[in-house]
């Protein structure tokens, strides 16, 4: 939005087909709400410097229709309508699997889809999950037999409808794979945004890749799952909206560093069997065993190479144990990885977390010191000291403000925080050039006020030249005076050689000099 005054303040706020206020969904995907947990539907920005403001909000979710936008300026409200049309998709099929799907016959899979399922949806899975039965090769060699149909469902209960047909239970999943047969596939529900989905399709495809290359293995539920979860994040971390991957990564990572620190992790054998893995109910146990089992599988992959899980199963396929499999494949004892695992844990720090944390760091001291300065500032307007005293003190803020500036750009920052990098930068140099302004305020009036005394010296020679020509006096009195009145005219005129002008200044010096010349 263009227009509007420098950091001029407006609220923005979108209101779905019903007229009902929507959910703000940030470019993280995710959902914001206040302090109180309340949903965020109307956001307060602000115009930068050349007056334009621009916001962002993810509308994966958003029901077809007529979509209102209110900004909200100071007094002035103005509604803009747009439509979100849904894109039209020609079945070519259907199918029946304890509900009615409708068959889309993409460029990369056949997709099953319920009515309510976005036709867009349909359409963008089919690249991504080339993205990531391409990846998966290049990265671990492992590929499905065949790529896999897509089902998807618009809401977890339908799932539910559609395992048990089957003769499964979903439990806690969102989604699941089934192997072989008519029905073979992926299946999802897309009661999610787009990222979560594109996620859950690569950790399912992961297990029925899996499941077509080693074959009706029972393999340890913690190396599965932990393998699937492990490429879902690698993979979708360097995905169009990488940060809405990383946050959950995130929070994965802290869950098993908390537990390992605090020597709370599962035992790794209590996690090999998939039938207890699947029979859980608590969400805190659900959450751990994923994230233990994906730093696990991580730790594996980091150490041995990205095979190494995948290699671990494949020997399991032909017979061995688990044990047996670690010695063959890694070299170690199934105790000794654990041993070694926990320890890495325990003192694992991520790379792109340290540098940001580096950098946040230092750009928090740097702030800290600013501010610092800003509070000597402060003080130094309230004080009602001189102009010459406050000069003194407004060098040093400014001498300080400079240091700190030129600290303040060396600062290194990862790469996708350069940009407010440069904005600090750029407010640092503001921040100098204010005091610097300060500064030479102050110069000007110390020098105006020397100045006044100069021109009060004038007015006093003048006077006294005046009295002199009046005066009447013997011609030889009067070169003793003169010699008296030219000596302190050069005295001036050396004392204001001597005392340097402000630049914008000069001019007032210059005609000084020439009336005293």
Excluded at 70 to 81: E, H, L, P
Excluded at 169 to 180: I, K, M, N, T
Excluded at 399 to 415: H, I, M, N, R
Excluded at 469 to 489: E, F, H, M, N, Y
Aim: hydrophobic share 35%; no cysteine; aromatic share 8%.
């Amino acid at each position: 939005m263009q227009g509007l005054d420098p950091w001029e303040k407006l609220a923005v706020q979108f209101f779905d087909p019903n007229g009902k206020p929507a959910e703000w969904v940030s470019e993280y995907e995710s959902y914001l709400t206040d302090v109180d947990e309340n949903p965020v539907t109307e956001r307060s920005l602000y115009a930068d410097n050349q007056g334009q403001a621009s916001w962002l909000r993810i509308g994966t979710k958003d029901q077809a229709g007529i979509w209102k936008v209110q900004i909200t300026r100071g007094d002035t409200v103005t509604n803009m309508a747009y439509t979100v049309n849904r894109l039209p998709v020609t079945p070519t099929g259907s199918k029946t699997i304890g509900v009615n799907f409708r068959l889309y016959q993409g460029p990369v899979s056949n997709t099953y889809y319920t009515d309510k399922v976005p036709g867009a949806l349909t359409v963008d899975l089919q690249a991504h999950l080339k993205l990531v039965t391409d990846e998966l090769l290049e990265l671990a060699g492992l590929r499905g037999e065949q790529t896999p149909n897509i089902y998807l469902v618009d809401n977890l209960d339908l799932l539910k409808q559609v395992s048990e047909s089957s003769g499964s239970q979903l439990g806690f999943a969102d989604g699941y794979y089934h192997s072989g047969g008519d029905d073979s596939g992926v299946y999802m529900h897309t009661d999610s945004l787009l990222t979560g989905i594109q996620r859950l399709l690569t950790h399912e495809y992961v297990h029925l890749a899996l499941s077509d290359t080693i074959g009706p293995v029972e393999l340890p539920a913690w190396l599965n799952e932990g393998t699937a979860t492990y490429f879902e994040y690698l993979l979708n971390a360097a995905g169009e909206r990488a940060d809405a991957t990383k946050h959950p990564l995130y929070r994965s990572i802290g869950l098993a560093e908390s537990a390992a620190r605090s020597d709370n992790l599962l035992p790794l054998t209590g996690l090999e069997s998939q039938e207890t893995w699947n029979s859980q109910t608590e969400k805190a146990h659900i959450s751990l065993q994923y994230a233990q089992s994906h730093m696990a599988v991580r730790y594996l992959a980091n150490t041995y190479g990205n095979t190494a899980p995948i290699d671990i199963m494949k020997r399991m396929g032909t017979g061995a144990t688990l044990p047996e499999a670690f010695v063959e494949i890694v070299g170690i004892q199934y105790s000794t990885f654990e041993e070694r695992f926990t320890g890495w844990l325990q003192s694992w720090e991520d790379p792109k977390r340290s540098q940001v944390s580096r950098y946040t760091q230092s750009l928090n001291e740097v702030m800290s010191t600013k501010a610092a300065i800003g509070d000597r500032r402060s003080e130094d307007l309230a004080s009602g000291a001189t102009p010459a005293e406050r000069l003194v003190t407004k060098r040093g803020l400014a001498v300080d403000a400079e240091e700190l500036s030129t600290q303040a750009g060396k600062l290194t920052p990862p790469p996708e925080l350069q940009p407010l990098q440069d904005e600090i930068k750029l407010f640092m140099e503001r921040f100098v050039t204010l005091l610097t302004l300060e500064v030479e305020h102050l110069m000007e009036q110390e020098y105006l006020s020397f100045l006044g005394d100069v021109i009060s010296s004038v007015d006093s020679i003048s006077k006294a030249r005046t009295a002199d020509i009046r005066s009447g006096a013997a011609p030889s009195q009067r070169v003793t005076t003169k010699q008296g009145l030219v000596s302190d005219a050069a005295a001036l005129v050396q004392l204001l050689n001597d005392s340097p002008s402000p630049p914008s200044l000069k001019s007032i010096l210059s005609q000084e000099l020439a009336f005293l010349d």
